[in-house]
T-cell receptor, first 117, second 114 residues
Framework: DAGITQSPRHKVTETGTPVTLRCHQT?????MYWYRQDPGHGLRLIHY???????DKGEVSDGYSVSRSKTEDFLLTLESATSSQTSVYFC????????????????FGAGSRLTVL | KNQVEQSPQSLIILEGKNCTLQ??????????LRWYKQDTGRGPVSLTI?????NTKSNGRYTATLDADTKQSSLHITASQLSDSASYIC?????????????FGTGTQLKVEL
């Protein structure tokens, strides 16, 4: 998936435990994103980063925090997981491919499926 | 509120047949519209991006159309193959708001059968 690796790919955890998902890219892109995908909803932006230590909230950021200490790694942390955070989480980068119009293509990782019991 | 609505929700067709997926949006002002293909258990992959000035764009057997006046787009798949079975997601990029300003549809689940 275009130099993006997400880990873990699958995780089952219990309510109240902390969880960290990792996104690693090998292509030195500046912008990185975390989305969640749930049935009946389009992909929704949780947090994004526009550089090392530069992050901002998306539309569904409550209960999540992120960190980016290196260009290649973007971490998503659930401080105290809840059942409503059961979802598939996708990391994405902007870049790596440009359309003929010049628009950057958003490239996604393979996803991390999280189940909170 | 910016919205992207796709229809149908799901579709089953026979291999070799054509099909058309619809996308209506309310995002305004509008920058571009994208179609992504998402195979089961994988991340979405870009098929095409269209700006407001483009009416039609093709990518192999996939042809996307855009009518910016009526805020509608369609994705036409010609001579379908089993490998076309996937979810097709319409994504619209607006010009206002924070983040990357993308609004995602919920997708059309396509199944191609023998």
């Amino acid at each position: 998936d275009a130099g993006i690796t997400q880990s873990p790919r699958h995780k089952v955890t219990e309510t109240g435990t902390p969880v960290t998902l990792r996104c690693h890219q090998t292509e030195n892109h500046r912008y990185m994103y975390w989305y969640r995908q749930d049935p009946g909803h389009g992909l929704r932006l949780i947090h994004y980063s526009y550089g090392v230590k530069d992050t901002d909230k998306g539309e569904v950021s409550d209960g999540y925090s992120v960190s980016r200490s290196k260009t290649e790694d973007f971490l998503l942390t659930l401080e105290s997981a809840t059942s409503s955070q059961t979802s598939v989480y996708f990391c994405a980068i902007k870049g790596g491919e440009r359309e003929s119009s010049g628009a950057n293509v958003l490239t996604f990782g393979a996803g991390s499926r999280l189940t909170v019991l | 509120k910016n919205q992207v609505e796709q229809s149908p929700q799901s579709l089953i067709i026979l291999e070799g047949k054509n099909c058309t997926l619809q996308c209506n949006y309310t995002v305004s002002p509008f920058s571009n519209l994208r179609w992504y293909k998402q195979d089961t258990g994988r991340g979405p992959v870009s098929l095409t991006i269209m700006t407001f000035s483009e009416n039609t764009k093709s990518n192999g057997r996939y042809t996307a159309t855009l009518d910016a006046d009526t805020k509608q787009s369609s994705l036409h798949i010609t001579a379908s193959q089993l490998s076309d079975s996937a979810s097709y997601i319409c994504v619209v990029r607006g010009l206002r708001g924070g983040g990357n300003k993308l609004t995602f549809g919920t997708g059309t689940q396509l199944k191609v059968e023998l």
